[in-house]
């Protein structure tokens, strides 16, 4: 006899003795047929879950694909059933090559200007009115670009959490959000409808190359090019943030954090952080202007600005953008930089993206220092995989002198400029 006919078995019994008469009228017969029916159905239930184990897979109607980790533990065993749990990600590694006047080297870094992070997202959504949502994002970044410089080439990882905020929306009243994220200035230098702001070409032209000091032709200076170049761009901190209901195109956000750290933005196109834009006939807009205090400095008060403005049918983009820091002891820092970019489709895979543009920076690294950049930049997307490869040529010069260390006492000497080369992959998963 089969395993598969013994749980049988006691039905087949029982059957036998409810077909004779006596038998038929006994109440005890009933209720000794239906606990055994009740038995083949939790026998049955035993074998599903079973063969659930060995596939790694426990069928739960709260959870159609609750996995476990390892086919022993589970992933989490809080019930929450509710919340939409979203994980996203991207790694995004480059080789640059760096000529500074003096020496030529290369460096693997993680491109800063979109670093490598993972990205954890909950969202819960109320009788289809509001959402209450968290995420977490962590930085992972191993040979950060920001940090490599000549005398630097191994600068380390660096870990860092970009978010770790609760939030409320509900697009009658807007949205609030409280804890590490965005203050209301972020991003309003950076708008960009181009398809190379991205991975590697942005109005922040110090962050894949921030690190790399320019030389007097024999020595380093100790100026990297992120002292002397700087897009004025708002920043993330622990805050509290509002932004008002979309008012047609414009949105208004306003937040304060510790430090006495205010921000206050007008986005044209943003809704709620997706810089999608705005529909114009033939264009696609982008845009908007912050005030913020960063307190980082001694400069009373920070003003950024940028936009954007594509041309739909031929893919041809220009954005602008520009900042300053008022109140300043010395000269006002300021800076503008505009870009003129194609989109396109050479291949069936994926767009094609090209770039050109240039940067001005002046009073950064000291009173009457006067940076310029003008970078090449060119990516190719696999929409299939997610993966884009890129490319940049880029110059800085800086015009002045600045003091270095020449001994006994400090000298001024003039920076030679600096010419760098990337190429590099970003991987969205």
């Known amino acids: ?40 159905r939790e026998i049955q239930a035993l074998r599903e879950e079973v063969r659930a184990l060995r596939q790694g897979v426990v069928h739960d109607p709260k959870h159609p694909e609750y996995r476990r980790e390892d086919g022993q533990y589970p992933l989490t065993d809080y019930d929450a059933p509710r919340i939409r749990l979203d994980i996203a990600g991207q790694i995004n590694q480059a080789f640059t090559v760096g000529a500074d006047g003096k020496q030529t080297k290369g460096y693997f870094v993680d491109n800063d200007a979109s670093g490598s992070r993972m990205r954890f997202a909950a969202v819960r959504t109320f009788d289809e009115q509001w959402d209450l949502g968290a995420t977490l994002e962590i930085v992972f970044s191993p040979n950060n670009s920001f ?34 994220g ?6 309003t230098a950076e708008f960009d409808l181009s398809l190379v702001s991205g991975t590697i070409m942005t109005s ?39 932004d008002t209901p979309m008012l047609g195109p414009l949105q208004l956000s306003l937040s304060g954090g510790s430090d006495q750290r205010y921000d206050a933005a ?6 709620y952080d997706h810089w999608t834009g705005v529909d114009l006939p033939g264009f696609t807009a982008l845009g908007g202007v912050s005030i913020s205090r960063p307190n980082d400095g001694d400069e009373d008060f920070r003003v950024a600005a940028s936009g954007s403005l594509l041309h739909d049918a031929t893919g041809i983009s220009l954005t602008v953008s520009g900042g300053f820091d008022a109140g300043t002891r010395g000269d006002t820092p300021y800076g503008v930089y505009g ?8 291949v069936r895979f994926g767009p094609t993206g090209f770039g050109v543009d240039y940067a001005w920076n002046e ?47 400090p000298c ?18």
């Open 1 to 40: 006899m089969t395993r598969s006919v013994l749980p049988c078995l006691p039905v087949a019994i029982v059957a036998a003795l409810v077909a004779s008469p006596a038998a038929a009228q006994d109440p005890r017969v009933d209720a000794l047929i239906q606990r055994l029916e009740a038995q083949e």
């Open 147 to 180: 940090d490599v410089s000549q005398d630097r080439e191994r600068a380390g990882d660096f870990l860092q959490v970009r978010r770790a905020e609760l939030w409320v929306r509900d697009d009658r009243l807007g949205r609030l959000m409280f804890g590490q």
């Open 182 to 187: 965005s203050a209301a200035a972020d991003n």
């Open 204 to 242: 922040g032209t110090e962050f894949p190359y921030g690190g790399l000091q320019f030389t007097d032709g024999s020595d380093l200076t100790g100026v990297a090019v992120a002292d002397a170049f700087f897009n004025f761009d708002g920043n993330r901190q622990g805050r509290v943030r509002y």
């Open 266 to 271: 007008l986005t044209f196109g943003g809704d």
């Open 339 to 346: 870009k003129l970019a194609w989109d396109t489709r050479l």
């Open 363 to 409: 009073n950064l690294a000291g009173d009457g220092l006067e940076g310029q950049s003008i970078g090449l930049a060119a990516v190719q997307v696999f929409e299939a995989y997610g993966i884009e490869l890129y490319g940049q040529l880029r110059w800085f010069g800086v015009d002045g002198q600045v003091f270095v260390d020449c001994g006994i006492v």
């Open 412 to 429: 001024r000497r003039s920076l030679d400029d600096l010419f760098v080369g990337t190429l590099g992959s970003r991987i969205r998963f």
